[in-house]
């Protein structure tokens, strides 16, 4: 990056940014306190309008009701039938007519209406009556109680325009009781949302499930429907009362409430976003005019600034490149006494001692990675040497100790036990613990014998031609009672015809008999106990292989499984050099033996041996 570049991101870093990070942060913390304090003000009005409408609504019908319902309709007669319908006609100056229906919806005398606007009541046209009695269904009244009302659908009223919607009230009880049915035109409800709107500057409307406006603080949507966006929000199902969304492109930022009284309304109130958040956003367009004059500025004095020094710098930085690519010989051509000057003389310098010292680094690298690889050669071969003669000493140490300590104490505790048996009859109380003292006995004298063998050096291995299905056969003879004893389920897989190795016959049984009792021990607790031992032969070699069903052997041991004295058996036993004395036998006769093993499902060890 260039010097011009690094003032201009400085001067950035130093003054520019911090300014408008904090400037921006402060506009976006306004914006946000702003769209949540317009969000509560529109929840707040949003309820507010809806409990009004619902109370100047519902005031009007019960009113009517109250009034309908004291009066004995049944015994007036046409003229006092017509005074009582204009009682209810007066109840409320939202109402432009009303009429009497029978129990068939049919109408009864004449209706009480005004034909143009007077006392405050909308004029009502005749022509509308059939209109009138279609639009509100009196079928579900007849079986209500007296002063019961019920709502019909909204429509359009024929002389104002306005929202209106037809409210019939039961006159009496039973089936056969008359109705008195009147219109109610919204005009008090949109004088209503019109001064809340007036209040607030924001756009307050009464709608009804489908979207359509019933009446609205803007006279020219009224009766049409919401925007498609807000309409489907609408159209979501809520339990809160009062919600708020953001809808549209230009969004709408909008809080809708339901109407109480199980009426199907909801009162909206809505903003424009754009015009709501006007103040921030026109304050974040100046921060963004200063910030970009102030970068121009800054622009500007960088060039005037940085144009000398970079003309000069440029010739430094060209040798410095020529250093980069290996060219050493390369000098910086720069007169004068500034510090520049002297960065020169420095860098000529510099050039002359690197030249040297690079002839003398790659002499001296090349005799150091000869004498490197020399020395890590030596070390490994040291290193493997000593921990395999810390191995066999330990364990040769160990055995030699065991057969001189043990060894005749244990005879001669050997030899008394049987002395002491042969003297004892079967009924001896003693015999039991007796015989226990043998066996312990001959436990120890085996395990010392195990330890001797494995410290001692063997003797060259008598390889001849073998059969690994009779070494098998003849080992099984040895364990298979013990096995069936201990539920195991014993399945062969012989090779046919017979698979003949270069083995010592002695020597195999006891590596085939080292990995059962190694998978016996280890399927001693699980529920499935199936031993599975099989022969053949793939590549030029024999192979015979000692798979089970037992608890497997973790990852982090699986590199220490032939390792002298380690073990992971719940059970001790044989001082973990089973698989040890199996892995020299088979190392001796120039085999191998591989393992694979997943935790809780076994383990599979296989042996290669030489054809013979």
């Known amino acids: 990056m260039k010097l011009y570049q690094q003032l ?46 619902a109370s100047t609504l519902m005031k009007t019908v019960d009113a009517m009701a109250l009034v309908a319902e004291s009066i004995d309709w049944e015994g007036l007669n046409e003229e006092e039938a017509r005074g009582a319908l204009t009682l209810v006609f007066r109840q409320s100056t939202a109402v432009s007519a009303v009429m009497r229906l029978d129990s068939a919806g ?25 209109v009138l009695t279609r639009s509100v269904p009196v ?15 909204v429509y359009a009223h ?7 919607v037809a409210v019939a009230i039961k006159l009496g009880a039973g089936e056969g009781a008359s109705f008195v049915l009147a219109e109610i035109v919204f005009k008090d409800l949109e004088d209503l949302l019109a001064r809340k709107a007036q209040d607030t500057g924001e756009r307050v409307e009464l709608v009804d499930s489908g979207g359509r406006i019933l009446a609205s603080s803007d006279s020219e949507r009224r009766l049409g429907t919401v925007e498609d966006a807000l309409r489907a929000q609408l159209a979501v199902e809520s339990t809160e009362p009062v919600r708020s969304f953001r809808v549209g492109a230009p969004p709408l930022r909008v809080s809708a409430a339901r109407v109480p009284e199980k009426l199907d309304f909801e009162v909206l109130v809505a903003v424009d976003e754009a015009t709501a958040l006007a103040p921030v956003r026109s304050m ?48 910086v051509k720069i007169d004068g006494y500034d510090e520049i000057s002297a960065l020169a003389s420095t860098f000529n310098q510099m050039g002359a001692e690197l030249e040297q010292a690079r002839a003398r680094l790659l002499r001296w690298n090349d005799d150091l990675r000869a004498k490197v690889d020399e020395a890590m050669a030596e070390l490994k071969a040291a290193q493997a040497q000593l921990l395999e003669a810390q191995k066999l000493a330990a364990v040769g140490q160990l055995g030699a100790g065991v057969a001189h300590e043990l060894n005749n104490p244990l005879a001669g505790i050997l030899g008394y036990v049987q002395l002491m048996l042969m003297s004892r009859s079967e009924t001896d109380d003693d015999l039991d613990t007796l015989r226990k003292i043998e066996q312990s006995a001959k436990r120890c004298k085996e395990i010392t014998q195990n330890l001797l063998r494995f410290s001692q050096q063997r003797a060259r291995a008598d390889l001849r ?59 001693l607790k699980t529920g499935t106990k199936v031993l599975t031992l099989r022969t053949g032969e793939r590549e030029g070699r ?29 059970v001790w036993s044989n001082v973990g050099l089973g698989l040890s004395v199996a892995y020299r036998i088979v190392s001796e006769a120039g085999g191998t033996i591989e393992m694979r093993s997943e935790v809780g499902k076994g383990s599979c060890f296989t042996v290669w041996l030489m054809k013979a």
Request: proline share 4%; aromatic share 4%.
């Open 139 to 153: 079928q579900p009244l007849k079986r209500g109680e007296k002063g019961e009302a019920a709502l019909g659908r």
């Open 158 to 164: 024929s002389r104002s325009g306005k929202a209106a």
């Open 542 to 570: 024999g192979f015979l292989e000692v798979e089970d069903t037992g608890k497997g052997i973790l990852p982090e041991h699986r590199t220490r499984v032939f390792e002298p004295f380690f073990t992971t058996k719940d």
């Open 8 to 53: 201009i991101l400085f001067m950035l870093a130093a003054t520019v940014l911090p300014l408008a990070i904090v400037g921006f942060l402060l506009l976006s913390r306004a914006e946000a306190e702003l769209a949540s304090r317009i969000a509560v003000e529109q929840r707040t009005l949003a309820a507010a309008t809806a409990e009004t409408v």
């Open 465 to 523: 031609s073998v059969d690994l299905n009779a070494v098998i056969r003849d080992a099984l003879s040895l364990t298979e009672l013990q096995m069936k004893s201990e539920g195991i389920t014993l399945k062969l897989e012989l090779a046919e015809p017979q698979v003949r190795v270069l083995a010592d016959p002695g020597h195999a049984s006891q590596v085939l008999l080292a990995l059962v009792s190694n998978s016996r021990t280890a399927m």
């Open 284 to 331: 974040r367009r100046t921060v963004l005019v200063s910030i970009g004059a102030a970068l121009v500025v800054l622009l500007a004095l960088g060039a005037l600034f940085t144009r000398r020094i970079t003309a000069r710098l440029s010739l430094v930085s060209s040798t410095v490149e020529a250093f980069g690519r290996g060219e050493l010989d390369k000098r």
């Open 106 to 130: 049919h109408p009864l005398g004449k209706p009480v209406f005004y034909t143009r606007e007077e006392e405050g009541h909308p004029s009502f046209d005749p022509g509308s009556i059939e």
